[in-house]
């Protein structure tokens, strides 16, 4: 049994939840999270109105954080599916196959190695707590 935990856009949501239960993994937990991937501004695309020197004058630190995503979080919408082994492709397949784009920020999948699954309400264990 593994976990799939994808971070995805906050528009993508609806979608990549219909796509899911299209494919028969209706079973997710969904929960709004805040993070940044590891691209840094890129200043080129404002030199037509800031000079060099502004940039790295310490009285405007301020607004250049401001402009870069250096310091900023976005939000992000994180799903949770546990699946069955022979499952997870499938899974992947589908969130990837809805929210690429090909742009940065499409966002991220992780696949972990779950030990065991407790249902609550029935005690049943494993693959059939799933």
């Known amino acids: 049994m593994k976990e799939v935990i994808a971070i995805i856009r906050m528009n993508m949501v609806g979608k990549t939840k219909d796509a899911l239960a299209k494919a028969s993994f209706s079973s997710i937990t969904c929960k709004d999270v ?11 695309l404002i030199k037509d109105y800031i000079s060099e ?3 790295s004058d310490v009285s405007n ?10 310091h900023r979080l976005i939000s992000k919408r994180m799903i949770i599916i546990l699946a069955k082994d022979e499952n997870v492709k ?3 397949d589908t969130i990837i196959g809805i929210n690429k784009t090909g742009n940065p920020g499409d966002g ?15 005690e049943e264990t494993g693959d059939a707590a799933i």
């Open 34 to 44: 805040l993070g940044r991937g590891k691209k840094k501004v890129d200043f080129s």
């Open 53 to 55: 020197e502004d940039i």
């Open 61 to 70: 630190k301020k607004i250049m954080e401001q402009i870069s995503e250096v």
């Open 90 to 92: 499938e899974v992947v």
């Open 108 to 122: 991220k999948i992780f696949v972990s190695k779950i030990t065991d699954a407790i249902r609550i309400r029935t």
